[in-house]
């Protein structure tokens, strides 16, 4: 190679370094290399890899139907719980908003108990099933308690509420 190309389309992300052991085995460029060519044999890098050979994929993460189905019945979990968010966003839209975040808030706690009960869900699985049960499941019971609580005419009184409201507003 020449003087300025890299090593790392030879090293294919094995870590190794080439390099003199001096330079503290963080360079991978043939120009720190002796005249005679001697490198530092299995020196590993500390660096990460240039190219990513493959990702972990989240558990559940497969398919939710046979792969010669069309691709929208293959993530039927994931769509159906866009089309209810995007719902319940039509509906607060158009002058419901305590009714349209309900349907936002069950739509995510439907999200989660997809995760939980189905061992496939297609790219509603974002990362490991217990995150995204919590992550789903605590944005869902979040909106769907803001939306009882809303003024005016609140569907669910919590005692301590308004209490807490009259401190911090006064």
């Not at 003087?3 to 390099?19: I, K, L, Y």
């Not at 929208?72 to 158009?94: E, F, K, N, Y």
């Not at 609580?149 to 401190?167: A, G, N, Y």
Request: contains cysteine.
């Amino acid at each position: 190679m020449s003087g300025g190309e890299s090593d790392a389309g030879d090293a294919r992300g094995t870590g190794e370094v080439h390099g003199d052991s001096d330079t503290g085995g963080d360079t991978n460029t043939d120009t720190d290399s002796d005249a005679d060519g001697s490198e530092a044999a299995g020196a590993k890098s500390r660096r990460f890899p240039s190219v990513t050979r493959d990702t972990a994929r989240p558990e559940g993460g497969g398919r939710a139907a046979p792969g010669g189905a069309p691709a929208p019945a293959r993530q039927w979990p994931m769509l159906s719980v866009l089309a209810a968010t995007a719902i319940g966003l039509l509906t607060t839209a158009i002058g419901y908003p305590r009714v349209g975040c309900l349907i936002i808030g069950v739509a995510l706690i439907s999200g989660a108990v997809m995760r939980r009960i189905l061992p496939s869900v297609g790219m509603l699985a974002v990362r490991s099933r217990f995150t995204d049960m919590v992550t789903y499941g605590l944005l869902g019971v979040s909106i769907t308690l803001l939306a009882l609580v809303v003024q005016p005419k609140p569907w669910l009184t919590i005692p301590f509420l308004t209490d807490v409201v009259r401190f911090t507003v006064r």
